[in-house]
């Protein structure tokens, strides 16, 4: 049976790559986002908008309860949820967690992009968006950094890499 965890900050590309390497295994893939909008029929900013932080974290972690509960299946979560709650400790021992470490100034490129997207960014100027990425990356690396493994996922090989991870 195998149940991988992908995590990493925005814009790591947790979805894409969560995709191809499920494809690739045959496996389901789901996303821990989209999973939590289709169980509230709202978009994460409106659950945002109207739970504050706190409403959509108990959410996050009630959806990662059920989608862990699945076996056979690539789950990429996002950003903030491993560190929240025992959300990492939670996700170690259910299954092989993966971090997808990405240099801060490609995370800071894609991030301006598509802020909009995103409850942490909206209405942030560039330069506020830069602060508080490194600001809370410092912050959320010590959760991140509790994965079984970290692949580099700025390079081309990522989908190999995560492969290789899940080699008994
Ligand atoms: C968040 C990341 C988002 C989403 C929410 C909060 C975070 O997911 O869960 O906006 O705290 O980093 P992605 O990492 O998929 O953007």
Redesign the pocket.
């Known amino acids: 049976m195998i149940r991988v965890f992908l995590i ?5 590309g ?2 894409s790559f969560g995709r191809l390497l499920a494809q690739e295994l045959n496996l389901s893939f789901y996303d ?2 989209h999973s939590i909008e289709s169980k509230c029929h709202k978009s ?1 900013g409106e659950i ?1 908008a109207e739970k504050g932080e706190d409403g ?1 974290r108990r959410l ?1 972690r009630q959806v990662l309860d059920e989608l862990s509960a699945l076996e056979d299946v690539v789950i ?1 979560t ?4 491993p560190c929240f709650f025992d959300n990492m400790e939670s996700m170690n021992s259910l299954g092989t967690t993966i971090y997808l470490a990405v240099p801060n100034a490609l995370l800071l490129k894609r991030l301006l992009v598509d802020r909009a ?4 960014l909206k209405g942030k100027t560039d330069e506020e968006v830069e602060n508080y990425l490194s600001m ?1 990356v410092k912050k959320r690396l010590p959760f991140y950094q509790q994965a079984k493994f970290e692949v580099e996922a700025s390079t081309i090989k990522v989908v190999a890499d995560m492969k290789a991870c899940l080699v008994p």
């Open positions: 990493g900050f925005m814009g790591a947790k979805t821990l986002d994460i945002f959509f996050e990429a996002g950003g903030g949820a997207k995103r409850p942490l809370l």
